[in-house]
């Protein structure tokens, strides 16, 4: 199993340009999730998607998802701001939804993350 | 809201010391906390999870205690090596109507002096 792959690495974009972030994990988790991570702030919880078709945002605008499927989580950043430069880092779990409290293998494995620069 | 804290944000301590790191949460109503390491420039690697139910867990030279009641966690290191340099990480994953959520605490960056 690769896990939790992430592409690309690095890179910098311009103000207003729009990009997308590839995530994809091969253990068949239903859980996904993006966080950003920024010097003095720690990891901060962006989207996630409980299974594939469903999605939900915890922070407003400029990012924008989609999970077609149960492996493939993308972010997308519609209109770049210097405000998204950050580290990215993806997430998945076997964490299920309502009614399914006695799983319990909640473990979230994490992806290498993307270092995105904003000019 | 649940508010995770990690004191301190950085510790040194000599090759071969056994160390403790904190972990705090507000809530007691969690399912689960993790303890994570990242190297620099890196992804996180999950170290331990303890179970709401559970009191402590082992791997290694790592042992993770958690006292719900009083919102702590512990990772205890043992006779620790310049590999264990990183930061480390806790997180507690929360309820939310079937959207569970993980809450991160800013980590403590941890230097083993050769």
């Known amino acids: 199993n690769a896990g939790v792959t992430q592409t690309p690495k690095f890179h910098i974009l311009k103000t207003g340009q729009s990009m997308t972030l590839q995530c994809a994990q091969d253990?068949?988790?239903?859980?996904m999730s993006w966080y950003r991570q920024d010097p003095g702030m720690g990891l901060r919880l962006i989207y996630y998607s409980a299974a594939a078709g469903t999605t939900d945002k915890e922070v407003p605008n400029g990012y924008n998802v989609s999970r077609l499927n149960t492996e493939d989580f993308p972010l997308r950043l519609v209109s770049a701001a210097p405000s998204q430069t950050s580290v990215y880092l993806c997430a998945s779990s076997q964490l299920l939804g309502s009614g399914q409290r006695e799983v319990t293998d909640y473990e979230q494995y994490f992806g290498p993350g993307t270092r995105l620069t904003v000019t | 809201k649940q508010e995770v804290t990690q004191i301190p944000a950085a510790l040194s301590v000599p090759e071969g010391e056994n160390l403790v790191l904190n972990c705090s949460f507000t809530d007691s109503a969690i399912y689960n906390l993790q303890w994570f390491r990242q190297d620099p420039g890196k992804g996180l690697t999950s170290l331990l999870l303890?179970?709401?139910?559970?009191r402590e867990q082992t791997s290694g030279r790592l042992n993770a205690s958690l006292d719900k009641s009083s919102g702590r966690s512990t990772l205890y290191i043992a006779a620790s090596q310049p590999g264990d340099s990183a930061t480390y990480l806790c997180a507690v994953l929360i309820p939310n109507f079937g959207n569970e959520k993980l809450t991160f605490g800013t980590g403590t960056r941890l230097t083993i002096i050769p």
């Open positions: 253990m068949n988790h239903g859980y």
């Open positions: 303890i179970q709401s139910s559970q």
